[in-house]
């Protein structure tokens, strides 16, 4: 296997000293204020008031009423010590019609939550879209109108001149593996729409065009240099044995490549946006579902990355067989799982990172990573949560060995900073660090609040520390890597 080439120099022991520690959310799931202040229906608050919304039928009209209690979030963030802090803007409370009037109110809540985040010593990381598009456009076609890359390029122009005055980090599209793909949080499955494969492959095209002008609206109109890229679905296949250099390499070709005829993978957008071309092996897989490509649109979609932001919660272990076909590792008895069933996998946050930085070559950000727990409240007034704890120190130390291998990972935000609304899961799922109680909208910090708080102090040092549960005092050697 062929090591990295390192671009940063990670100080011994993996993460780099500027790396960033961060925390995040998106607005439909935590801000509530549905109908405040002049903001107009996505297809999400369509979706959820409809007879086939979400989980017993909730809905984000309320939320974390973050559009009113950011100041005690914000709050919360600085105690711990977040460094950063990754959240999302909502189209349709910033311009209701998706294109044309902006809404001074609702814009003005992201400035009052910017200056918030830096009197309080946090970066701001700005995702442009998280799934929420204005109901108005949908009703336009949606991102299966070609015409939205100059809708997404007029509202990212009203956000960028209002507040790249503050904001140097920008994400434009969060996951369009899934807010174009199937599954509960398409955006197909909210607009009860039902596209062919060809009609989804159309859309991710779009979306590439509107990332592409996107990037070129925020380098030519920000006020401070800024840094832009975008958040996808780390999709990945990894190695069960490390050193098995057969199945580490043919996880790299599938990780890297396009192995199903499905929008799950990575080089499909990625591909475009660096390489500015469709990989080969994608488009012999599409075939005539394969996007017309027209003259000028390679052009725009490829265009400089700062950056990379992975979204990585699992992936699939496994190797290659005799004949050299992959071979996914079959499901052990009682394997460790999270609430929403999902694997739990840290070797992806090593091999996942480390692929996409060998193939591409831009530092990466964990833009996303986090799991579903089952917590409440004790009586005592503490959140045990003990697996959260656990999970994310198995996948922190992934993610420290792959930065000290070279891997220039420059940050990672944890998914999420409160409980909230789940998509189709509604609130029945919690991945916060920060419970909240949904009743009384009351904030309880959980002990992985308190563990993350440690980690973060230390610079990663009080992951080889066994400290479950958060809130003890900081062992001695943990103490000695205090600033
Ligand atoms: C993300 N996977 O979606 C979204 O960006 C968040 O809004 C969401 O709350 C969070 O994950 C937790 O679900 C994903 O299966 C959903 O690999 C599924 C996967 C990845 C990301």
Same mark, same amino acid.
């Given at each position: ?311 990585? &919660? @699992? ?8 004949? +050299? #076909?992959?071979? $996914? *590792?079959?499901?052990?008895? /009682? ?113 992985? &609040? @308190? ?8 610079? +990663? #040092?009080?992951? $080889? *520390?066994?400290?479950?549960? /958060? ?13």
């Amino acid at each position: 296997m062929s090591p990295p080439s390192p671009i940063s120099s990670p100080v011994s022991g993996g993460f780099s000293p500027e790396f960033v520690w961060g925390a995040a959310s998106s607005a439909y799931q935590i801000e509530g204020a549905a109908d405040i202040d002049g903001r107009a229906p996505s297809i999400w608050d369509v979706h959820v008031h409809s007879k086939d919304g979400a989980y017993q039928q909730h809905t984000g009209d309320v939320a974390c009423d973050h559009y009113h209690r950011y100041a005690e979030d914000v709050g919360h963030m600085q105690r711990l010590g977040l460094g950063a802090y990754r959240f999302s803007i909502s189209w349709p409370r910033v311009l209701p019609q998706g294109v044309g009037a902006v809404n001074e109110p609702g814009l003005d809540f992201y400035d009052r939550l910017v200056d918030a985040l830096l009197a309080a010593d946090i970066d701001p990381y700005v995702t442009l879209y998280h799934w929420d598009l204005p109901y108005a456009l949908q009703l336009r076609g949606g991102w299966m109108n070609r015409q939205i890359a100059d809708w997404f390029a007029e509202y990212t122009g009203v956000i960028v001149d209002r507040l790249s005055d503050r904001v140097t980090n920008w994400m434009t599209l969060n996951e369009p593996q899934i807010f174009l793909g199937g599954g509960p949080g398409a955006a197909w499955s909210v607009a009860s729409v039902r596209p062919t494969l060809k009609e989804r492959l159309l859309s991710v095209h779009h979306c590439l065009l509107a990332h592409g002008d996107a990037c070129e609206v925020i380098r030519a109109r920000a006020k401070k240099p800024p840094k832009v890229g975008l958040s996808i679905v780390g999709v990945n296949w990894f190695p069960t044995d490390n050193d098995d250099a057969r199945s580490v390499s043919l996880a790299r070709e599938r990780t890297r490549g396009v192995p199903n005829a499905d929008l799950w993978n990575t080089a499909w957008y990625m591909d475009p946006v660096v390489h500015g071309r469709y990989p080969a092996e994608g488009l012999v897989r599409f075939g005539d579902d394969a996007p017309t490509v027209q003259p000028g649109d390679m052009e725009r979609i490829h265009q400089k990355q700062d950056f990379v932001g992975l979204n990585v &919660y @699992h992936g699939l272990p496994g190797s290659a067989d005799d004949e +050299g #076909a992959w071979v $996914d *590792e079959p499901e052990a008895q /009682g394997r460790p799982r999270t609430a929403l069933d999902w694997t739990m996998t840290p070797g992806s946050l090593y091999w996942c990172p480390r692929y996409v930085h060998e193939g591409y070559g831009t530092p990466v950000y964990i833009t996303e990573h986090g799991l579903s727990n089952t917590d409440w409240v004790s009586l005592d007034g503490r959140v045990r949560d003990t697996a959260r704890i656990d999970f994310t120190r198995r996948y922190l130390m992934e993610l420290r060995r792959a930065a000290s291998d070279g891997v220039d990972v420059r940050g990672y935000f944890h998914w999420s900073i409160l409980d909230n609304f789940e998509w189709g899961q509604g609130y029945k799922e919690r991945f916060g660090l920060i419970h909240v109680d949904y009743s009384t909208q009351k904030r309880t910090p959980k002990d992985s &609040y @308190h563990w993350y708080a440690k980690v973060i102090a230390t610079h +990663g #040092a009080h992951l $080889d *520390e066994q400290d479950y549960d /958060g809130v003890g005092a900081l062992a001695p050697a943990a103490q000695e890597a205090l600033p």
